[in-house]
């Protein structure tokens, strides 16, 4: 699904620059150039990198149990 409009960024691009090593949601908006022009993207690109992180350390903690 599109994200930003403005830029065309997809939530497949945010999950994959956290799969690439962004750490933190400043270096995803700064590597993606993400909620740079209107901004209307930020908090939904927000929830977007928030989710994947949550699922991610939920199936961590699955496969260590």
Known sequence: ???CLCKGITDKQIREA???GADS???VRR???L???C???GSLARQVYDEY????????CFAAA
């Not at 992180?53 to 961590?60: E, H, K, R, S, V």
């Open 1 to 3: 699904m599109y994200v």
């Open 18 to 20: 956290i799969d690439e």
């Open 25 to 27: 949601f400043r270096q």
């Open 31 to 33: 590597e993606l150039d």
């Open 35 to 37: 909620a740079s022009q």
């Open 39 to 41: 901004g209307k993207c």
């Open 53 to 60: 992180l949550n699922n991610f350390n939920a199936d961590l």
